[in-house]
């Protein structure tokens, strides 16, 4: 593989970003674009052989199904069969939420290859809201497959030097348009139509769409995977999203019990102003989700950011404080569990 080369997009000057991605894109090669919640490897999705360098570059198992990006609405059809009884239900969703981070589970089309999810009978689609991703997915003229842009189980890119620290010399291209502006992966949703009663939406992943502004439309409720089956969405596997510096995560300050000698990080929600965790020890390195007064939000697009710098920090281990598990802290703590050595 040659270098990957990196070139820069603005919101009003990507043409050649844009020309580039399309022309490696249509000689069958991945290449790496931002998104609105990170950014992803993406190949055409029609293309099984460009699908596989995706799952080779990532050293992705092949039993986890990427997600399908269409250009515009109208393109649904063309990657996956909604059925009549749910299709109001999509209508309104897509109306409401694309383009943008909510991605939902429908029966395949068949012209969709096996390679793209796995094997199932289902295909995860989204529109992303990112101009530059809108542009090469318009230009290109076809829905393209892209997960993150990052080695399985690490931690996703939200940044093109992410990228880089993640796939350098594995891809042959990366398109920098800055830092994503949501910071988490999409909201992961399979919907199920009830007689006489609110469409039921099954969480596969809690993500940037709450569960809050999702209850408008539907009743919503976490997908448990059947036991003995393929997980449903390896995403929720238990053991992902991972730093490679051990990282607890501490429900309360008093089960902080620090080993002499060592060197502890803090991940801090909102720092000195109102933790009861930034006085605990003598941290060697605090970092803090929400400096500003964004807060949760402020905090979703800052996390795989801080826990990148945590990582990179020489730490023995990452002690991280909870936040509030309502609106967006509910896929914030969902990353940070995932994030957390086990056992
Ligand atoms: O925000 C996002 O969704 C980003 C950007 C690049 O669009 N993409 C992303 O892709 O996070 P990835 O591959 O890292 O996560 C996709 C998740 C995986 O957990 C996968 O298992 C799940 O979607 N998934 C894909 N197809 C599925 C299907 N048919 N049924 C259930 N889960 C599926
Ligand atoms: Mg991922």
Redesign the pocket.
Known sequence: MPETKIIQAADDDMQDAVREACALLRAGEIVALP?E?????AAAAFDPAAVAKVFAAKERPSF????V?IAARGDLKNVAIVPPDIAETVSKLTAAFWPG?L?L?LP?HPAIPDIV??G?P???V?Q?AHPVFRAVNKEFGGPLA????NRFGRI?PTSASAVVKELDGRIPLIIDAGACAEGL??T?I?IEARAGKKPLFRL??A?PVTKEQLQEFGRVEKARDVAGEL??????LPSHYAPRTPLFLLESPDSFHPEPGKKYGLLSYRGEDDSPYVGLHEWARVEVLSPGSGKLAEAAIRLFFVLRLLDEAGLDAIIAEPVSETGLGVAIMDRLRRAATKG
Do not use: N, W
């Open positions: 998104t919640t990170v950014y992803g490897l986890d199904p990427l997600i990006h981070p991605t589970i395949k999810t796995s199932l289902t295909v995860a989204r992303s892209a997960p993150s842009a996703s992966e999409s992961i399979a596969h992943r993500g997980p449903q969405a390896p995403g929720q």
